[in-house]
Structure formats: C-alpha cells, structure tokens
C-alpha cells in the first residue's frame, strides 16, 4: 500500500523532513509532494500512511479541520504554534513548539526504525543538545527556529543555498557515522562535492558538512553586503497592528535581510516583508532582534496564516494596510 509524505517546499526545515523519510522509508511506494502556502490544495490520498510535515494539518488540504477518516491515517510532525494550538492532540505524529521539524521527524523515525520508544525527547534534550542526530539535521533546525548560539546555523544554510546537492550529498549528510563507500566518493569528486578535512591524526576525512559551511562563509559575506545596501536603501517604517514594522517590498527576504538596521535605535517593534506573484500578496512576520517578547502569529492568524511567534505569514489579494 502506498505511503504520501506530504513536506513544506519552501525552506530546508521542509526539504530536510523529506530527505529523512526517503533516508527511512525509501522510494518504493513512496511519493513525496511538496507543498507551500498559497499552492492549489492537495487531494487527500485515497489509501495507505499519510506523513504530514512541517506544514499545518488542514492548509495543504484545503479543509479547516481533518475528518477522523483522515486523521486516522496521517502522522503529522510539526512545530508551528499556530497549528498545533489549533488542531487535536490526539492526532498521531510529535509536535514540539520551538523545535524544529527536521529535528523531531529524525527523532520519529530513527525511534521507529530502531523499535525504541515513540518519543526519544522533549524540549529541553534538543536545547541541551542531548539527541542523537546528524550535525546537519542540528544546524538546519537551530537555524529554524533562530537559535543562533552556534554561529555555523547562518552559514550552514548559505551554504545548502550554493550547492546542487545530489542524492549522495543527501545520503552523507544524514550519516550518524558511517563513512561513503569508495564508490560514493568517486561519484562526489565527479561533481565537485569533495572536501578533505585533516584530522588530529593527520589523516584526511571527507566531510560535506564541512565543504557546506565553507562555501557558506564566502556567501554568506556577499550577502550581509547585499542585504544591508538593500534594507538601507529600500526600507520603510509602517504602524499596523498597534506595531511599528520595519519592512520591505522585495522579491527576497527573511529575518536576516534587516540584520544591518534591526537593533533597538531604529525604533521598531517588529520585521516585515512582503511581495506579489501577479496573484497573490505574501506578507512575512519576524521578531525583531530586540522584541521578541512579541507573538506575532496572532496577527497572522487573524489575517488567514500561522506560523511561530518570532516567524509567521499570510497570503492575500489585497494588503491589509495602508502604505
């Protein structure tokens, strides 16, 4: 019978979730649908397992609550708050606010696949970083949810956002500890994704990871340029919502987009970016470095969307203030 992985295209958390499953459950009888906001709903699968990640349960469906016939065949891993506040707990899956799904579909499945216990962690083991995971799984996850204690979250993802990553890339980045086979490396080198990193014995270890973090660097610098000549330049200052947004009308961004002007001396209390596709309005909601006290989710669940307190957005025909 087949299985449906159902994951959110838009961001690495998503694709990260996507990657574990076909790391556990494989290709055969499985087809992977990628889904973001704003897409044409997606027809709920007439039979077999139903995985639904990264994503609110009723969004990709198009339905405001999953019936028990769907609810009693889909596994459901996420951390958006908005979500989880507004669906049933008994819904089968692990869903933890302020962690990131990537990291949570890792726990799910290795459990799954080693007979262990259902749930592995709570919050604080992934705060502590006491789980057991891949160190990509980690830094795609803290890079999620902003926590920035380890400098390489930000470079990480500038570096999955340069390479063309291969199935083999994939396949050495989710190893706990076994090494590619000569084979793999051959096929590495042919397409450049080759790093040696010299060990404290001198010997030399292939390591993507570390290849990802290096171009990532290079990138990174480019863009902190870029995006500071951008939010200089381009910003603008908007009350809304009994808020003062530092925001910008472009066809790129995230919260690290405002990094040169988000600091308290600027006077805002939040981040706001926002773009039109000839159809539709997105509009995005970021925590302001300095205010994260604030839940900005409840603003975007009043206009239709979700997501975290710090991350969160909606879609619309017309924008809901006035520039």
């Not at 087949?2 to 998503?14: E, F, L, Q, R």
């Not at 891949?134 to 999620?144: I, N």
């Not at 570096?159 to 980045?173: F, H, I, N, P, V």
């Not at 290096?214 to 863009?223: A, F, L, N, P, T």
């Amino acid at each position: 019978m087949k299985t449906t992985v159902i994951y959110h295209s838009a961001d690495y958390d998503g694709i990260f979730c996507r990657e574990i499953a076909k790391h556990f459950l494989g290709d055969k009888d499985v087809e992977y649908i990628g889904w973001n906001f704003g897409d044409a709903p997606v027809t709920f699968p007439s039979e077999g397992r139903v995985y639904v990640m990264d994503l609110p349960l009723d969004k990709p469906f198009g339905c405001p609550r999953p019936p028990s016939e769907m609810a009693s065949r889909v596994i459901w891993i996420d951390h958006h708050k908005s979500a989880i506040d507004s669906h049933p707990a008994a819904i089968a899956g692990y869903r933890i606010d302020g962690v990131a799904a990537c990291r949570l579909a890792w726990q799910w499945f290795a459990s799954k696949h080693t007979g262990g216990a259902e749930f592995l962690a709570r919050i604080q083991d992934y705060i502590d970083r006491k789980v057991s995971e891949p160190m990509a799984v980690r830094l795609a996850g803290e890079y999620d949810i902003w926590d920035k204690r380890d400098p390489g979250v930000d470079t990480f993802q500038y570096g999955l956002r340069c390479w063309e990553l291969t199935a083999l890339d994939w396949k050495q980045m989710l190893r706990l500890s076994e090494r590619p086979t000569v084979e793999e490396l051959e096929q590495m080198i042919a397409v450049g994704h080759y790093y040696d990193v010299v060990n404290p014995d001198g010997t030399t270890t292939p390591e993507i990871v570390w290849g990802l973090l290096k171009d990532g660097e290079i990138v990174q610098r480019y863009s902190q340029k870029t995006d500071a000549d951008l939010v200089t330049h381009r910003s603008f200052r908007l009350k809304w919502e009994g808020l003062d947004f530092l925001c910008l009308n472009t066809g790129r961004f995230n919260s690290l987009t405002f990094a040169a002007l988000d600091k308290p001396e600027t006077g805002h209390d939040a981040l706001l970016g926002f773009m039109w596709n000839g159809k539709v309005w997105t509009v995005s909601l970021y925590h302001a470095d300095h205010r994260k006290d604030l839940d900005l989710s409840i603003i975007a669940v009043k206009h239709g969307g979700g997501g975290h307190r710090g991350a969160c957005g909606f879609t619309c025909k017309a924008l809901p203030f006035q520039l």
